[in-house]
């Protein structure tokens, strides 16, 4: 009896399914169920579902106690390749690829939909044209195809099985949610913000510093809006290009102190105060809208809810059930230790296959055990800083890891060219990627001849690149390649991650509720917590072994287990 079948939901609530053989074809006869969800559990031997789309089918089944084990997600596959292909950016639907491959008019992609608070109903809703199973075949046999064509096929396939597997899990994070305590989290900002005023206005707290902020200017200004901050500093004799954080600290003014404040608290106010509370947590959780995939750079985001920018103060509010744990897991220095991976530079491998800190035996080798310069020439090696200080930390790193440096060297070199720039399992940079310019700044790491350091959590932190923003710099284009195949393949490794902490956990209570780039989090009994923490370092050694080959280089994680997040670091 085959494994792997496939389905495809009709638009009356109904669902066809097949056997699929070796060969993608079906191997039995296309049949008709009236409930998607009975027709799932009563097969139970399905080790693999091809459908549409993740988004469309999966919710569903959720709703329904329903879960699976692997699927393969046609359009996200369809992205991957277009990708690939040369060809990102065009229509990526199901409906567009059968259009290609018949040589007929191709459908735009519907617009993306809005995530709506707290109406999960909403994701159940399918996001394209339903198309007939048949037609879903033809496109996942020709898919089949352009895999044996890519430049290295069997990686091909295990990245589109990786982007599926997480689907998979950002559907599961989407119906568990983050456990999340309301009143704790109205405590936190009663301490921080103040009285509430009638009609929605500013907290006490905000007020109060914004009539500091004026009062140290001579005049009224308003903190919240960044030219009116800009011009108070001009007339005040002093040119400050923007109100960012790292621009502004060093000023000498006695507005400057207010204003960081005020910038700190209105962020929290924003982004994570009482409306959002309201709109985004409901029954003890906070189940916002995980996008698995949802950057160039393979990187998550969310559509709505602002999960991945907590800020620590209220990341008090995640609390674990009575008799359970958070086991909180963070990736030690991923990205250096993925560059030795890829570069197979011999010395870097060998400092990466330490579970000790990399930076400081990096600096042993190569900075006179500084430390500190050390990640500065990493972090400038993926991000691009050759100039003033960086040009002679890259010097000194490249004359001990000359294959890693050179690495993100010719990365950047087919970035400034306009040629394909890939992962190692074959995730795309796009050739005319419009990289944006304060990439570095918002990855947090120094200006190019600067001696500061970025913003970080403080503004948007990916770097990733956002179709349409076209960028006629060669030069920043070449520092996002140079940044992309290490992000990139950072990002790819981190879904082999999840696959593999999701199947070790699937006989367990634990139940995965948060992934953020190099951070996950498991909500488990408090007697699973040891076998949890086994799990996430088991899983993160296989998905090293999968994504880049039999490597020294290891991928060690920081692991917490608390009953409180804000208690992890």
């Known amino acids: 009896m085959t494994d792997r079948w496939a389905l495809a939901p009709a638009e009356d609530g109904g669902v066809e399914i097949a056997p699929l053989g070796p060969d993608g074809l079906p191997a039995g006869p296309v049949r008709r169920e009236d409930d998607l969800a009975r027709a799932v559990r009563e097969r139970p031997h399905v080790s693999r579902w091809v459908w549409r789309s993740t988004a469309e089918v999966y919710p569903r089944l959720l709703a329904t106690g329903v879960r699976v084990e692997r699927c393969y997600d046609i359009e996200d596959a369809e992205t991957l390749l277009l990708g690939h292909e040369g060809r990102y950016g065009e229509p990526r639907s199901a409906a567009a690829a059968l259009a290609r491959l018949r040589g007929t008019p191709v459908p735009p992609d519907p617009p993306q939909r809005a995530a709506e608070p707290g109406a999960q109903s909403s994701l159940f809703e399918p996001r394209g044209a339903h198309l007939p199973l048949a037609d879903l075949l033809d496109v996942y046999a020709e898919q089949q195809r352009r895999h044996d064509r890519a430049e290295h096929p069997d990686r091909m396939r295990l990245l589109t099985a990786a982007e599926s597997a997480g689907t998979l899990v950002a559907a599961e994070l989407n119906h568990t949610g983050l456990p999340w305590r309301a009143d704790v989290h109205r405590e936190v900002l009663h301490d921080l913000l103040g009285e509430r005023y009638p009609g929605g206005g500013e907290p006490r707290r905000l007020a109060e510093l914004a009539d500091e902020v004026s009062a140290a200017f001579g005049r009224r200004v308003r903190p919240d809006l960044p030219a009116d901050v800009v011009k108070a500093f001009a007339q005040a004799g002093i040119k400050v290009r923007s109100t960012r954080r790292w621009e502004i600290q060093s000023v000498d003014h006695p507005a400057v102190k207010p204003l960081l404040e005020y910038k700190k608290l209105y962020r929290i106010w924003v982004a994570h105060g009482w409306g959002w509370l309201q709109d985004w947590v409901r029954e003890g959780r906070f189940r916002p809208e995980f996008l698995a995939g949802g950057t160039v750079t393979g990187r998550w985001v969310t559509n709505g809810g602002g999960a991945l920018q907590i800020p620590k103060v209220i990341r008090r509010a995640v609390i674990a059930d009575p008799g359970w744990r958070l086991v909180v897991a963070d990736a030690d220095q991923m990205e250096p230790r993925v560059l030795a991976a890829i570069s197979r530079d011999p010395g870097l491998m060998e400092v990466a296959g330490r579970e000790t800190d990399l930076y400081q035996s990096v600096s042993d080798r190569a900075f006179s055990g500084d430390r500190a310069q050390a990640k500065l020439a990493v972090l400038g090696a993926v991000y691009g800083q050759t100039s003033g200080d960086g040009l002679k930390n890259l010097a000194a790193l490249r004359r001990r890891f000359p294959k890693a440096v050179a690495y993100v060297d010719e990365a950047a070199r087919a970035g400034e060219e306009g040629r394909l720039v890939r992962t190692w399992l074959g995730r795309t940079c796009p050739p005319a990627a419009g990289a944006r310019e304060d990439a570095a700044e918002e990855a947090g790491i120094p200006e190019p001849g600067g001696s500061g350091t970025g913003t970080g959590a403080e503004e948007d932190g990916d770097t990733a690149w956002v179709p349409g923003y076209a960028s006629t710099n060669a030069r920043a284009r070449g520092r996002f390649a140079r940044n992309f195949v290490v992000q990139g393949s950072a990002a790819d490794w981190a879904l082999l991650l999840l696959a593999a902490l999701r199947q070790r956990t699937a006989d367990m209570a634990a139940e995965l509720v948060f992934f953020q ?35 020294p280089v290891r991928f060690p994680f920081t692991t917490a287990v608390v009953e409180c997040y804000a208690d992890a670091k």
């Open 517 to 551: 780039h190099d951070e996950v989090i498991v909500h488990c009994p408090a007697e699973e917590a040891d076998a949890v923490v086994t799990a996430i370092r088991e899983a993160a050694e296989l998905a090293g072994r999968l994504t880049f080959g039999e490597t």
